[in-house]
């Protein structure tokens, strides 16, 4: 019968994924006319604990590039972007949120720019899309089988027998030097 013994070990005890698409509005200091271009820039973001679920807070600016005046001036919105989404991440059997353990969030994919729309006045809506990753680390036990028994010791043996030893010496010419260096 095998003996068994467990080993506490830091592992990845849930993980999960979310897309998020998100409507934000603006307002800029001129009446837009057209936009010309939206970068998002600057994502930053960390995980924490919040009960049973997993909290991920961040921020990214955005930048539109307008025109206004009839086309004629250019102008860009600065503006930052504060999240906090939650995650409900599915945990392995026997996990304990209540423990210590580890958030680790991963950007899957950055924030990017799906439309801008310019509304009433100098209100510009626009739409940003991300998908986040949680994976969550905390303590585990694995339980392993062990034998008692050592494995036996391989014998090393060399390669070169008694024979292979005989021939070389026969072999040998002990002349060899001295023939060669009357040749020369």
């Keep these: 019968m095998a003996a068994y013994k467990e080993i506490v070990t830091k592992a990845v005890v849930g993980k999960g994924k979310k897309h998020f698409k998100n409507t934000y509005t603006a307002n800029a200091e001129n009446t837009p006319t057209t936009i010309l271009g939206c970068w998002v820039i600057n994502h930053k973001f960390g995980g924490y604990k919040a009960n049973d679920k997993i909290g991920v807070k961040g921020s990214f600016d955005i930048n539109i590039w307008y025109s206004y005046d009839g086309d004629t001036k250019t102008a860009v919105i600065n503006q930052k972007i504060d999240y906090d989404d939650l995650f409900s991440v599915k945990l392995r059997?026997?996990?304990?949120?209540?423990?210590?353990?580890?958030?680790?969030?991963?950007?899957?994919?950055?924030?990017?720019?799906?439309?801008?729309?310019?509304?009433?006045?100098?209100?510009?809506?626009?739409?940003?899309?991300?998908?986040?990753?949680?994976?969550?680390v905390g303590e585990t036990k694995v339980k392993i089988a062990i034998e008692e028994d050592e494995e036996p010791w391989e014998e090393?043996?060399?390669?070169?027998?008694?024979?292979?030893l005989n021939e070389i010496d026969e072999n040998v010419n002990e002349d060899y030097i001295k023939s060669t260096d009357q040749e020369g």
């Design 93 to 136: 059997e026997n996990t304990d949120l209540s423990g210590d353990t580890d958030i680790i969030v991963r950007s899957l994919k950055q924030p990017t720019c799906l439309d801008v729309n310019i509304k009433d006045g100098n209100t510009v809506s626009f739409s940003i899309e991300k998908e986040l990753g949680v994976e969550i």
């Design 156 to 164: 090393i043996v060399d390669e070169v027998d008694e024979e292979t």
